[in-house]
């Protein structure tokens, strides 16, 4: 079992969220955070879903041949 699953992530970690509007209206509440599978663990690792994905793109891309 990968080691995030086995910490405290995977039995979840309340957190407080503080949202703050444009118009200046602030908004806080509780949040429950978990990582429960081996994709999850990628997504946190590269920083997100999208970074995961651009990565994933950006590998799967041949390198543009230097010209010297």
């Known amino acids: ?11 979840g970690n309340q ?8 118009d ?3 908004s806080e509440f509780s ?3 978990r990582i429960d599978t081996p994709q999850e663990i990628l997504y946190y690792e590269h ?3 999208l970074q995961y994905v651009l990565r994933q793109l950006l590998a799967s891309k ?3 041949e230097t010209v010297g």
């Open 47 to 49: 920083g997100g879903i």
């Open 1 to 11: 079992m990968p080691a995030l699953l086995a910490s405290k992530f995977a039995n």
């Open 62 to 64: 041949p390198r543009p």
């Open 15 to 22: 957190v407080q969220v503080k949202a703050i509007c444009a």
């Open 24 to 26: 200046g209206t602030v």
């Open 31 to 33: 949040a429950l955070v």
